[in-house]
C-alpha cells in the first residue's frame, strides 16, 4: 500500500531483504539473506524486528565514536553478518532498502523507543557451558540447520564458510543467546535461558569466516564539537 511513486522500490527492497543473494548477489558472500535473522523481511516483531527502525536513526554508535544514519548501519550488516560488500550509498541496492526500511517504519514518532527492540543480553549471570550446548545443539538445533551447522533446505548455516563472519553482532555470546531463548526453535521457542547461552558458548568455538576491515570504522572529526552545557 505504498504510495505509486516509491511502490516499486519498497517492494524491491522487500526482495533484497528476503532473498538477498538472488537480487544483491554481488554484496553478499555467505549462505545468509536478511531475513535469516530480520524475519520477514524484518516485518515481524518476533526476531530483530526493523519495524519502526527508520524512526530511531541517526543514532549515537560507540563502533564509529559518532551518530551514524541508518545506511552506514546497513553496510555494517552487509561487511559483517553477510560476510560482504557494502553497497555505496548511491546504488540501486541500498537506496530500495533505505526506502523499505523507511516505509515499515511509517506512523512511529521520530526517536521512539520501540518495545519490541532486542536487549543486547538476557542479564543471566550464568556462564556458557559448551559441552551442555553441544547437547542443546544436537537435539533441538541439528535437525533444521545441521549436524555440522551448515544449514539444510529449511534453516541457514550457524558456522562455516556460509555463516555471518566473526565480525558480526551475532558472533556475540549475548546477542546469540537472547536471539535463540527467545526466537528458536523458529515459531516454537522452548530453550530455558542457561540452555540459550550454553549453545550460544558452543556455536562461538566453532570456525566461521574472518571480517576484514576495508575502511576504518570511527567517523573522521576535524571540527571540534560544542560543549556540553
Ligand atoms: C546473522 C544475522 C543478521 C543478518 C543476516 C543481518 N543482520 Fe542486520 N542486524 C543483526 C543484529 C544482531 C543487529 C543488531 C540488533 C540490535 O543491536 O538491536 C542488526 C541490526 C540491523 C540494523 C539496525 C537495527 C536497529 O534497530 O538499530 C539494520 C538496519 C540491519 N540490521 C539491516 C540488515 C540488512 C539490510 C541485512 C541484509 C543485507 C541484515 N541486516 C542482515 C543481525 C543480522
Ligand atoms: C524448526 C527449525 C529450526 C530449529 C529447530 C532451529 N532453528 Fe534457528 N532458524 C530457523 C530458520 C527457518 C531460521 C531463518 C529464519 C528465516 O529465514 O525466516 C533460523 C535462524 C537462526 C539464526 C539466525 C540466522 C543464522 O543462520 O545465523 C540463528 C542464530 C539460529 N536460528 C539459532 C538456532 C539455535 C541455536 C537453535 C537450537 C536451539 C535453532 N536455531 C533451532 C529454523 C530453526
Redesign the pocket.
Known amino acids: 500500500d505504498a504510495p505509486e511513486n516509491i511502490r516499486a522500490e519498497v517492494m524491491l527492497g522487500y526482495k ?2 528476503t532473498e ?1 543473494k538472488k537480487y ?1 548477489g554481488e554484496y553478499v558472500k555467505n549462505d ?3 531475513s ?3 524475519f520477514d523481511g ?1 516485518r515481524s516483531r518476533n526476531s ?1 524486528s ?1 519495524v519502526g ?1 527508520g524512526a ?2 541517526p ?1 549515537y554508535r560507540s563502533r564509529q565514536d559518532y551518530t551514524v544514519d ?1 545506511a552506514m ?2 553496510q555494517d ?2 561487511e559483517r ?2 560476510n560482504g560488500v557494502a553497497p555505496a550509498l548511491d546504488t540501486q541496492v541500498m537506496q530500495s ?1 533505505l526506502v523499505y ?1 523507511q516505509w515499515i517504519s511509517k506512523g512511529i514518532p521520530i526517536y521512539s523507543k520501540l518495545p519490541w ?2 536487549p ?1 543480553d538476557l542479564g543471566n549471570p550464568h556462564k556458557p557451558n559448551v559441552e551442555d550446548g553441544a547437547k542443546v545443539y544436537a537435539n533441538v538445533c541439528a535437525r533444521c540447520h545441521g549436524e555440522e551447522g551448515q544449514g539444510t533446505p529449511i534453516a541457514p548455516p550457524l558456522w562455516g564458510d556460509g555463516s ?1 563472519n566473526d565480525g ?3 558472533n556475540r555470546i549475548t ?1 546469540f543467546s537472547v ?1 535463540t531463548w527467545r526466537f528458536m526453535p523458529k515459531n516454537a521457542p522452548s530453550l530455558t535461558q542457561e540452555q540459550a547461552i550454553d549453545v550460544a558458548g558452543f556455536v562461538h568455538e566453532k570456525p566461521r569466516p574472518k571480517f576484514v576491515s576495508t575502511h576504518a570504522d570511527k567517523i573522521r572529526q576535524i571540527i571540534p564539537l560544542p560543549e556540553e552545557k
Open positions: 533484497i531483504m538477498t544483491a545468509l539473506s536478511c535469516s535473522c530480520h524484518g530483530i526493523l527502525v530511531t536513526y543514532r541508518i548501519r546497513t550488516c552487509f553478518s553477510m532498502l526500511m527492540a532486542l543486547s555471518y558480526a553482532g551475532m546477542t536471539f
